[in-house]
């Protein structure tokens, strides 16, 4: 590196300049990110690297406020009350705000509507996962059995609405077979009885599965999203194992109160898209399994998410899940 000696001009003027820049950035409030979720699990892992460079992109001050609760209920419903002024953002799991608001008995916020997308963040997709003991080394296999022995199969999921019990739910109407349901309160140990031989399968997302399905402790038939994942490459989509036309996706996005302004809804999204396409955050993507966002307007994004949200109204009363 070579360092260059430039005169300093230090006049009076220029140092009253440089102090007024410096206290009009000092002046700019906290930005707070929201991350409706525990600390250290996988969404506060990446919405903190996210946070970061969300910070970097504006200049501004970050930080992340962990409110977990009701499956990211209670973070979530907390930004859509706060003050539409651009210094409290929510960092969700699609679930949080298309799925959770439509099993809700008390507060039943629609979180598509009270909550205002600035940007998507990445996408994700999930890998079904057996037990290898179950005897099946294919999705066809896999429903086959399911068919000779109806009920007799469990998929296990981190409690209901959770995205891998929607995952099965949905799995199991494509198929035309009978799985019995059984949650937990976590991925974690849903997985673990998958291992231990008490439960047939699970539709997990791919960080906490890879390390077992390359131990072997896991088999892997699937994956559910549009394409393979880079991680898996050997595993087939569900289409290719047999599904045609069943796709499985989440993401997580940037997500601000309703009645934000939208000069602030402008600026914001221009960060957030920096931010999302850092080297920082591509490297932690890739590392938990999940895939960059597609770059889209954030009205076209907006669109998507009440689609969404639409869908999930639909089809948790048609398939009649409920909050235990």
């Known amino acids: 590196m070579t360092l260059r000696r430039r005169p300093l001009l230090l006049g009076s003027a220029l140092l009253a300049a440089g102090a007024g820049a410096a206290r009009a950035q000092t002046s700019q409030p906290t930005i707070t990110i929201v991350v409706p979720y525990a600390a250290g699990g996988g969404t506060d892992i990446?919405?903190?690297?996210?946070?970061?460079e969300f910070g970097k992109a504006l200049d501004r001050t970050v930080i992340v406020d962990n409110r977990g609760g009701a499956a990211g209920h209670i973070g979530s419903t907390a930004v859509a009350r706060a003050k539409p002024d651009g210094t409290t953002?929510?960092?969700?799991?699609?679930?949080n705000i298309v799925v959770n608001p439509h099993l809700q008995r008390g507060d039943r916020m629609d979180l598509a509507t009270a909550l205002t997308p600035i940007a998507q963040a990445s996408a994700y997709a999930y890998v079904l996962v057996v037990d290898p003991g179950l005897g099946v080394s294919s999705v066809r296999e896999l429903i086959a059995l399911a068919r000779r022995k109806p009920g007799e199969l469990t998929y296990s999921s981190g409690g209901v609405g959770n995205n891998n019990?929607?995952?099965?739910?949905l799995f199991a109407e494509a198929a035309g077979v009978q799985m019995d349901h059984v949650p937990y309160r976590g991925t974690a140990p849903a997985l673990v009885d998958v291992v231990a031989h008490q439960v047939?399968?699970?539709?997990?997302?791919?960080?906490?599965?890879?390390?077992?399905?390359?131990?072997?402790?896991?088999?892997?038939?699937?994956?559910?999203?549009?394409?393979?994942?880079?991680?898996?490459p050997d595993v087939p989509t569900l289409a290719e194992a047999g599904l045609p036309g069943v796709t499985i996706t989440g993401w997580?996005?940037?997500?601000a109160p309703a009645g934000t302004p939208t000069a602030i809804l402008d600026r914001y999204e221009v960060a957030a898209k920096q931010a999302a396409a850092s080297a920082d955050f591509r490297e932690r993507l890739?590392?938990?399994?999940?895939?960059?966002?597609?770059?889209?307007?954030?009205?076209?994004?907006?669109?998507?998410v009440q689609e969404e949200s639409a869908f999930w109204a639909r089809k948790l009363r048609e398939l009649n899940v409920q909050l235990e």
Do not use: C, W
Request: overall charge positive; cysteine-free; aromatic content about 6%.
């Open 200 to 232: 047939s399968m699970n539709f997990s997302s791919p960080p906490p599965a890879i390390p077992l399905i390359q131990e072997g402790k896991l088999r892997a038939l699937a994956v559910t999203g549009p394409r393979r994942m880079a991680a898996l």
């Open 252 to 255: 997580h996005s940037l997500l």
């Open 89 to 95: 953002l929510l960092y969700a799991v699609s679930t």
């Open 286 to 304: 890739a590392l938990e399994g999940l895939e960059p966002a597609p770059d889209q307007p954030r009205a076209t994004f907006a669109r998507a």
């Open 165 to 169: 019990h929607l995952a099965g739910l």
């Open 46 to 52: 990446v919405g903190r690297v996210f946070a970061r």
